[in-house]
């Protein structure tokens, strides 16, 4: 995912496709959703070919990409059964989305339409922990690095 002038990732993180309409990514898609000062992107993971492995690196395909004025809004799905959805609606497409926080991502994608670009980088909170003697894996979605006991990728959650 390649960041515009001015553009700063708000968050990023493994998701899954569970409904869409209209040319939205198909169900079942897996890949890192991220939020932008300035766009809502769907990034997911190229098989890896001939033509992967010559070029090197990891490949990812954008799913979806709409930016924050053509959001007509993102909310949290309630259901009687099952996890909470974050569903994100543009004037073309509707789609929801299996994520660990779907409120904090409504939240956020709301804070960003109110502000508009450039929105402020708020500060994370970073966990200390004990450096072990662990292997560390690539995730495959968002190309972070990640201890193999840990189970998933640090920075987007998915599993490793
Ligand atoms: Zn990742």
């Known amino acids: 995912m ?5 553009e700063t990732l708000l968050r990023g993180e ?12 198909a169900v079942g898609a897996e890949g890192v959703l991220y939020l932008t000062s300035q766009r809502v992107i769907f990034e997911v993971p190229v098989p890896r ?7 090197g690196g990891r490949g990812t395909r954008t799913a979806l990409e709409a930016p924050i004025a053509t959001l007509r809004g993102a909310a949290v799905v309630r259901r009687r059964l099952g996890r909470e959805r974050l569903a994100i609606e543009t004037d073309r497409l509707r789609a929801t989305f299996d994520v660990l926080q779907p409120s904090a991502w409504a939240h956020a994608i709301a804070t960003a339409r109110r502000a508009g670009p450039p929105a402020a980088e708020r500060p994370v909170e970073r966990i200390h922990t004990i450096e072990r003697q662990v292997v560390k894996v690539r995730c495959r979605y968002c190309g972070a690095l990640g201890n193999e006991v840990d189970g998933r990728c640090p920075s987007c959650g998915a599993p490793l």
């Open 2 to 6: 390649l960041l515009g002038p001015g």
């Open 14 to 25: 493994y998701a899954i496709v569970r409904s869409a309409d209209g040319p939205a990514p």
């Open 49 to 55: 070919g001939l033509a992967g492995a010559l070029r």
